[in-house]
C-alpha cells in the first residue's frame, strides 16, 4: 500500500560544500540519500513529494561536518499481510516463484500455487494441465502477500496463489 507521510532525515555535510548554495546542495543530498532507500518501519521510500523544514545546522566536534535535521513528504510503499499485489515474475524453479512488487522481493512456494499447476523445466515456468496457463519469467501476475520479514533496511515477503482470481494476469 503507498502511503504519502511525513518523515524526518539528518543530512550530515562536508565543510567544502559551505557557501551561497548550501540549502541547494542539502537538498540534492536529501534526494539522493532518501529516494529508493528503505527503512523497517515506514518501507521503501518512493519519491520524495515536499520539502517542509531545514534545520539549523549542528557542527560535529573535532570533524567540522554540520548536521541538518530536514523535515519532508514522501510517498512510501508498505506491504501487508493479506494484501494483493500485481508483480512480475523473475524467476521460476521447482522450489516455486522469486517475482518482484516494485522495489519488494516475493517469494511464492510451490505449496502456495494451485495444485493443478506443475514445474515444466523446459518452459521454465508452471502450467496447468490444458497447458494454456504458463507462469514464468517476465509475466505479469496477482498474488496475495501471506507474510512479510521486515529488516532494518529491507523487506522480504511470501506469497500465494491460492485464492479467487490470482494467477496469471492476461
Do not use: W
Not at 25 to 31: S, T
Not at 67 to 85: C, D, L, M, S, T
Not at 103 to 130: K, W
Request: glycine share 8%; net charge negative.
Amino acid at each position: 500500500m503507498f502511503y504519502h507521510m511525513c518523515l524526518e532525515h539528518r543530512i550530515l555535510l562536508h565543510p567544502q560544500y559551505f557557501g551561497p548554495r548550501l540549502m541547494d546542495i542539502v537538498k540534492k543530498k536529501l534526494f539522493t540519500e532518501v529516494e529508493g532507500s528503505c527503512t523497517g518501519e515506514y518501507g521503501f521510500v518512493i519519491a520524495v513529494t515536499t520539502i517542509d523544514h531545514i534545520g539549523n545546522g549542528v557542527i560535529d566536534q573535532g570533524q567540522g561536518s554540520v548536521n541538518f535535521p530536514v523535515k519532508y513528504k514522501a510517498i512510501v510503499f508498505r506491504p501487508f499481510k493479506g494484501e494483493v499485489v500485481d508483480a512480475i515474475v523473475r524467476e521460476a524453479n521447482k522450489v516455486g516463484v522469486f517475482c518482484e512488487v516494485g522495489p519488494l522481493t516475493c517469494f511464492i512456494s510451490r505449496h502456495s500455487i494451485p495444485a493443478d499447476m506443475v514445474f515444466n523445466p523446459d518452459m521454465e515456468g508452471y502450467q496447468n494441465q490444458d497447458e494454456n496457463v504458463v507462469i514464468k519469467k517476465d509475466n505479469e501476475i496477482r498474488l496475495k502477500i501471506i507474510g512479510t520479514r521486515v529488516d532494518a533496511n529491507d523487506i522480504f515477503a511470501v506469497g500465494s496463489l491460492m485464492d479467487d482470481f490470482l494467477g496469471l494476469i492476461s
